[in-house]
């Protein structure tokens, strides 16, 4: 909003040129999401903690060590959506049309985790939305958002996906596409809200994942830079690293308060909606499958429970002593900073590999 109230008249105050520079105007999103969060944040735990008295139902199965838990105020992520949608709308160009994609898919998302962390907290169990019922409404979104992204796009990029390490190429799916869209936002709006179960472990991840699509939606918007990398360019999606940037601040803000021991979790709330804006940021910049190597640990938690699941069902036996992934280590005897950091050191290590696909061509 700023770009588009101020940018116009840079001839006549020119300070006001700074504006038309995206590496500015992220800056600003971070700085300005974090800002908020500082300002309001103790305000809602607060009033969280007023309103929900023992605070987020811990599972009966879990880890011994979440019992002491107990009384912690979730629904942090509300903080987290206000705090990245008031910094993106201010900071970035309102005419750009992925943009409002973006924050559709982030909005909805957060509004069914809303929903599922209001039923869990009243019902006072871990059980919340029913799974068809929340599944339905991710996918309607996703398949929305998808069709909305491919009638804006152009061709050929409006059907297609690229494959990383192979340049100038894209796989025509036409209106295949629409699902497959679908498909990325849900799986990863699911596969963060699987990763989100001890202090810390989600959110850093999620911001390494966001600050790579900030840099890969600058250089996919960036005709001169996707030209050098010989990657595909997206006019339009460099305005996306200005909602990564208002994503990183606003993760930074909650982990002050969610930093062991925890004030506040985030909940479905924070949980599937920054999963989905994740996903929505990859189909824009046509880069889904690096999606799948950057937010590598989100797929190792995912793909723990599909073992789990599976192999209890069709043998009787259990594979890892609790999924997901990070509990498994818990039950093991691993403290919990223990499994946090070391996922984090993982998450790192899997977008660095990410973010290479960018020059390996």
Request: aromatic content about 12%; glycine content about 12%; charged content about 10%.
């Amino acid at each position: 909003m700023l770009y588009n109230l101020l940018f116009p008249l840079a001839d006549v105050f020119s300070p006001f040129n700074l504006f038309r520079y995206l590496t500015f105007r992220t800056g600003g999103a971070v700085l300005t999401s974090l800002i908020i969060s500082f300002l309001f944040f103790p305000r809602l735990i607060a009033w969280l903690k007023s309103k929900q008295g023992e605070g987020q139902p811990i599972r009966a199965d879990g880890p011994e060590s979440h019992f002491k838990k107990k009384g912690t105020p979730t629904m942090g992520g509300l903080m987290i959506l206000i705090a990245m949608t008031v910094s993106t709308i201010l900071w970035a160009d309102v005419t750009n049309a992925y943009l409002w994609i973006v924050l559709l898919v982030t909005i909805g998302y957060g509004l069914i985790g809303f929903g599922d962390d209001y039923l869990k907290l009243t019902k006072r169990n871990t059980k919340g939305l029913s799974g068809r019922f929340r599944l339905g409404w991710e996918i309607g979104i996703g398949l929305t958002a998808s069709a909305l992204i491919m009638w804006v796009s152009a061709p050929p990029l409006a059907g297609g996906i690229s494959v990383p390490f192979i340049k100038d190429y894209l796989i025509q799916l036409s209106w295949f596409f629409v699902p497959f869209g679908a498909f990325v936002m849900v799986g990863a709006s699911n596969s963060v809200n699987l990763t989100d179960g001890l202090d810390g472990l989600a959110i850093v991840p999620t911001m390494i994942a966001a600050g790579c699509f900030g840099l890969i939606s600058y250089l996919t918007g960036n005709a001169i830079f996707a030209n050098y990398l010989q990657i595909h360019h997206v006019p339009g999606s460099g305005e996306l690293a200005v909602f990564c940037g208002a994503l990183v601040g606003a993760g930074l803000g909650f982990l002050w308060y969610n930093a062991p021991p925890a004030m506040v979790f985030m909940g479905d709330t924070g949980s599937l909606s920054l999963g989905g804006a994740l996903g929505a940021v990859s189909v824009v910049t046509k880069h889904e499958i690096v999606l799948g190597i950057i937010g590598g640990l989100f797929v190792l938690e995912t793909v723990s429970v599909i073992v789990q699941v599976l192999s209890f069902k069709l043998t009787g036996k259990r594979v890892f002593r609790m999924a997901p992934l990070h509990h498994h280590f818990e039950k093991k005897g691993w403290a919990e900073p223990t499994v946090v950091i070391r996922f984090w050191i993982i998450a790192s290590i899997l977008a660095l590999v990410g973010l290479s696909t960018l020059k390996l061509r």
